[in-house]
């Protein structure tokens, strides 16, 4: 191996170190968490993942009186909102977001119980990886931030049939249903997924997503749109609740997804 | 039980270099690969819809991707060629496939006899295994993936194939959710300790096939794990995995891949395997490696680097499509071939040495995982996992281990920046790896309990446990 000294700055930039975030998550989380000690203790849980602590501060705060509605939405959502806040700002990374969102489902799971007819949510969705397609990897953590932002996910896993998600889109009812894709060979499930709804009379939109997949065949089939990354997801759902069809996701996309 | 390396076939990273290997293979039509040149393999897949029937699959693959690419071999003057058909999951059928395997063996044949070049066709099949319904004969009653498995290596080695390869999933129900998650550990007992066994468990039956049928067995891979932990790593501005952990995950995947040639594989590895390089430090046996001719499939950050001891290189994968150059996959050959054309005049002009530390430099800094399969380095993790070859385990541990020591190395001498999070991280694995426990059995207690209900596809009968 050659002994002359190298300039490796003279050859490459590492971006990555040049624009790191060096702020810390205490830091940033000081000026986020909520004021009240009980909450602000169950809302610490989150954020910093300690998952074998949330059940005893869950459980701890409803028995001193704090609502079971008061304690998820403002407790264990507001811890998880401060995780994605840090996310955005690249403090945190996936493995935070995983793990958080594990510790706030564990908590929703004791707390919920204690609401009469159960908690409501923003609505459901339909996420799988399609027809011959092994790799879910993306759709499992688009699934786990829809749910951290508060929809409802019927996750029905990987290489799907394109009958049997349209047999759950029909008995479910989502509001949304996505596919993903790691070949080219697979996206095309998605197209006949619409296709079929379409013919159903359900024109709910269809998410294409995936390695494999691009805008210009997500958007090339009728009820088609598209999400380049998992973050994207959440903020596409929550425009398709507030009343955008799939021909007008398309429209905003760009708005919608900026910056994330 | 099967062979195990514990000794290095090379005395010495410095006697590492691109087109040597210390084992050469010939097969094929004139193919000799580790044997002073290297070969370009190009790799390519269909264009969507055309898998919906045999006749358009075949055609796609024989008549025109096949075509395509030996007259712009023939155009641009490439004495070799390899083909790399990677099966899209259609082709599990084998009416699907062994239309295409004959085909490509009939036209390379053709193209040999009537124009002297050399050739041969790589088929890596599928694997669909899935560990929730089983990895193994007779497990899975849902969809007897492993069946269909076994089928497609029949299909392969009966209709004319010349090399056999797979990227095999075993062991990926725990890397999903090590990478996911960041734990180490979790790779370790998934990809370091169970893939190993899965690995020995297909690759036995494999090279019982290929042999009965004269078909080279080349290698495997640990894309499942080691690539999906590298492309989540991403690049420059990509950090939802942490680049110090993909490197040591990636250290850690060598000594699962080393177990295709402990069973009787041959080589060339697998192209995407880029821990190929410690594999080669250990075996010898010739390596096929992909990086800046690959653009076409992913971006990384060791385009050059790779292709330092490389002994076939490839493009990874390119959809067939027109471009102005031609098809693309004409125009990916015409990339391939002239970087090869470069590694075999150096060779030539025995400047092989000086180019390979040209490559190696250029992209020795730009991440932890270049730095780690940097061939020095590389090198020196192939030597644990030597060390300790007789044991899956203790031997993937070490790999990690080490990988993770030469990157704290590389940092606290100022060679190798990292930043403030992936230093973060490398601390972390360091300090959980070398508080593992010293043995296997005591390993598997310890992860069998603390991933009970984390990884619930974990199937101990899937790894014959």
């Given at each position: 191996m050659s002994k002359t000294k190298i300039d490796y700055g003279a050859i490459l930039r590492r971006y990555d170190a040049e624009l790191?975030?060096?702020?810390?998550p205490e830091a940033i989380a000081a000026k986020m968490l909520p004021s009240d000690p009980h909450l602000k203790e169950v809302a610490s849980t989150v954020l910093y993942m300690k998952i074998r602590e949330v059940g005893p501060v869950v459980m701890k705060a409803l028995k001193e009186g704090v609502e079971p509605l008061i304690l998820i939405n403002k407790g264990l959502v507001a811890g998880m909102e401060i995780v994605s806040n840090l996310y955005a700002q690249h403090v945190y990374y996936l493995p935070e977001i995983m793990m958080a969102a594990k510790t706030m489902e564990i908590g929703i799971s004791i707390a919920e119980k204690q609401i009469p007819g159960g908690r409501t949510t923003k609505g459901k969705v339909i996420m799988h990886a399609v027809?011959?397609?092994?790799?879910?990897i993306g759709k499992n953590i688009a699934a786990v931030m829809m749910r951290s932002s508060g929809f409802t996910v019927l996750d029905l896993g990987k290489d799907v049939a394109v009958d049997t998600v349209i047999a759950t889109v029909k008995e479910e009812k989502p509001f949304m249903v996505s596919g993903t894709a790691l070949m080219t060979t697979t996206m095309t499930a998605c197209a006949a997924i619409a296709e079929k709804l379409k013919a159903a009379g359900i024109n709910i939109p269809v998410m294409a997503a995936g390695g494999a997949v691009h805008r210009d065949f997500a958007e090339s089939f009728d009820l088609g749109i598209y999400s380049e990354?998992?973050?994207q997801t959440p903020p596409i759902a929550d425009k398709i609740l507030a009343g955008y069809d799939w021909k007008k996701i398309r429209e905003n996309w760009d708005d919608i997804v900026e910056g994330i | 039980m099967a062979k195990r390396f514990t000794?290095?076939?090379?005395?010495?990273?410095?006697?590492m270099v691109f087109g040597h290997s210390k084992a050469p293979i010939s097969y094929g039509f004139g193919m000799k690969v580790g044997a002073g040149r290297v070969i370009p393999e190009l790799n390519y897949a269909p264009r969507?819809?055309?898998?919906?029937?045999v006749d358009r699959l075949r055609k796609e693959y024989v008549d025109y991707i096949s075509k395509d690419a030996l007259d712009r071999a023939l155009t641009l003057g490439f004495p070799d060629l390899q083909l790399e058909t990677e099966w899209v999951?259609?082709?599990?059928a084998p009416e699907m496939s062994a239309p295409i395997v004959s085909g490509q063996r009939d036209l390379v044949e053709k193209y040999h006899d009537k124009y002297g070049i050399n050739l041969a066709v790589r088929h890596t099949i599928p694997d669909q295994r899935e560990a929730g319904q089983g990895l193994?004969?007779?497990?899975?009653?849902?969809?007897a993936y492993p069946e269909r498995f076994m089928t497609c290596v029949d299909t392969v080695c009966e209709n004319g194939a010349d090399v056999l390869s797979v990227e095999s999933v075993g062991g990926k129900e725990f890397a999903d959710y090590a990478v996911t998650h960041g734990d180490i550990t979790a790779f370790l007992f998934g990809v370091g300790y169970l893939g190993s066994m899965d690995m020995e468990y297909i690759w036995k039956q494999m090279v019982s096939v290929a042999k009965k049928h004269k078909v080279i067995p080349g290698g495997d891979t640990n894309c499942s794990g080691a690539n999906v932990a590298m492309f989540m790593a991403g690049?420059?501005?990509?950090?939802?995995?942490?680049k110090t952990f993909s490197a040591v995950a990636r250290c850690i995947s060598a000594a699962r891949t080393l177990v295709a040639p402990e069973c009787g594989a041959t080589g060339?590895?697998?192209?995407?395997?880029?821990?190929g390089v410690i594999v080669k430090a250990i075996t010898g046996l010739p390596a096929a490696q992909e990086g800046k001719n690959c653009q076409c499939a992913h971006a990384d950050l060791q385009g050059n680097l790779?292709?330092?001891?490389?002994?076939m290189w490839s493009n990874e994968s390119v959809e067939y499509h027109p471009e102005f150059g031609g098809s693309s996959i004409q125009c990916w050959l015409g990339t391939l071939g002239y970087e090869v054309s470069l590694m075999n005049t150096a060779i030539q002009m025995g400047q092989e040495r000086t180019l390979r530390d040209l490559y190696m430099n250029s992209d020795r800094t730009r991440g932890p995982e270049g730095y780690v399969l940097a061939y020095d380095n590389a090198w020196k993790i192939g030597k644990v996992i030597a060390e300790y070859g007789d044991d899956y385990y203790l031997r993937a541990k070490a790999a990690g281990l080490t990988g993770a020591n030469i990157i704290m190395e590389g940092y606290d001498k100022k060679e190798l920046i990292l930043t403030s999070k992936q230093l973060l991280v490398l601390k972390k694995m360091i300090k959980e790896l070398e508080a593992l426990p010293d043995n296997e059995d005591s390993f598997y207690e310890y992860c069998a309990k603390k991933y009970k209900d984390e990884?619930?596809?974990?199937?101990p009968k899937n790894y014959g446990l």
């Open positions: 790191e975030n060096v702020s810390t027809e011959g397609d092994p790799h879910d990354k998992a973050p | 000794k290095m076939a090379y005395s010495s990273p410095e006697e969507p819809g055309t898998e919906k029937s999951s259609q082709m599990a193994r004969l007779g497990l899975d009653k849902e969809s690049g420059m501005m990509d950090n939802d995995v942490q060339p590895d697998k192209d995407c395997g880029y821990e790779m292709a330092q001891v490389t002994d990884v619930p596809d974990f199937n």
